[in-house]
């Protein structure tokens, strides 16, 4: 897949970026880390630059983002409520916990984009909650072109400045990766126990 992308994007210049992080945003297993560190590569032995590629990925990212957010307004917390309606016994999920999550996301949901626009995979993925909290688009428009901008110099600079050396980073990026995750994982499973001994305390 590596091999792929660089040569789409060498065929196509800052629309093929474009349409590499359009295509990442809704379909998360095509690396951004490549993208990026390989455009800022570009820009050494090309006629790409350093800002063009930023915008080219910043727009991209974007679209993407907003592709994400329309299914997720499509679900719906209303969408949401009817499935745990019928299978909230099965899944121990009430239709309280979905206002609690949408609540909270009221409540946060703003920061959480402009941080998870720096995380991989979620970074893609964060956009759907976000729509089905019926976040205000134009907020949810801001946060993520700040959050992606900053992801975006961030790669676009280091490819840049590593040059011929620029996959070297790609190893960071899995570290990087793969702690995040972890952490992730960890939050998760100390909320499912949370749940669980919620849930048995009410009962």
Same mark, same amino acid.
């Given at each position: 897949?590596?091999? %792929?992308?660089? +040569?789409?994007?060498?065929?196509?210049?800052?629309?093929?970026?474009?349409?590499?992080?359009?295509?990442?945003?809704?379909? #998360?297993?095509?690396?951004?880390?490549?993208?990026?560190?390989?455009?800022?590569?570009?820009?050494?032995?090309?006629?790409?630059?350093? #800002?063009?590629?930023? &915008?080219?990925?910043? /727009?991209? +990212?974007?679209?993407? /983002?907003?592709?994400?957010?329309?299914?997720?307004?499509?679900?719906?917390?209303?969408?949401?409520?009817?499935? *745990?309606? !019928?299978?909230?016994?099965?899944?121990? *999920? !009430?239709?309280?916990?979905?206002? !609690?999550?949408?609540? %909270?996301?009221? !409540?946060?949901?703003? %920061?959480?984009?402009?941080?998870?626009?720096?995380? #991989?995979?979620?970074?893609?993925?964060?956009?759907? #909650?976000?729509?089905?909290?019926?976040?205000?688009? %134009?907020?949810?428009?801001?946060?993520?072109?700040?959050?992606?901008?900053?992801?975006?110099?961030?790669?676009?600079? *280091?490819?840049? /400045?590593?040059?011929?050396?620029?996959?070297?980073?790609? &190893?960071?990026?899995?570290?990087?990766?793969?702690?995040?995750?972890?952490?992730?994982?960890? /939050?998760?499973?100390?909320?499912?126990?949370?749940?669980?001994?919620?849930?048995?305390?009410?009962?």
């Amino acid at each position: 897949m590596e091999n %792929w992308i660089t +040569s789409f994007m060498e065929q196509y210049g800052y629309f093929g970026i474009f349409l590499m992080i359009a295509f990442e945003n809704v379909f #998360p297993p095509i690396p951004s880390e490549v993208i990026l560190t390989f455009g800022g590569f570009m820009t050494t032995n090309s006629d790409l630059t350093v #800002p063009g590629v930023i &915008a080219a990925a910043t /727009a991209g +990212s974007v679209v993407g /983002a907003i592709i994400l957010y329309g299914i997720g307004r499509i679900l719906s917390v209303e969408r949401m409520e009817a499935i *745990v309606g !019928k299978w909230g016994h099965i899944l121990r *999920v !009430k239709k309280q916990d979905i206002h !609690k999550a949408d609540a %909270w996301f009221d !409540k946060y949901g703003p %920061w959480t984009v402009l941080f998870c626009r720096m995380v #991989p995979l979620i970074r893609s993925l964060i956009s759907i #909650p976000a729509g089905m909290s019926g976040m205000n688009f %134009w907020v949810f428009l801001v946060f993520t072109t700040i959050g992606t901008l900053i992801w975006n110099i961030i790669l676009v600079s *280091v490819g840049a /400045a590593l040059g011929d050396s620029w996959e070297s980073i790609l &190893a960071y990026m899995d570290v990087y990766s793969e702690i995040t995750y972890a952490v992730i994982a960890i /939050a998760v499973i100390i909320f499912i126990i949370y749940w669980i001994r919620r849930s048995r305390k009410n009962s």
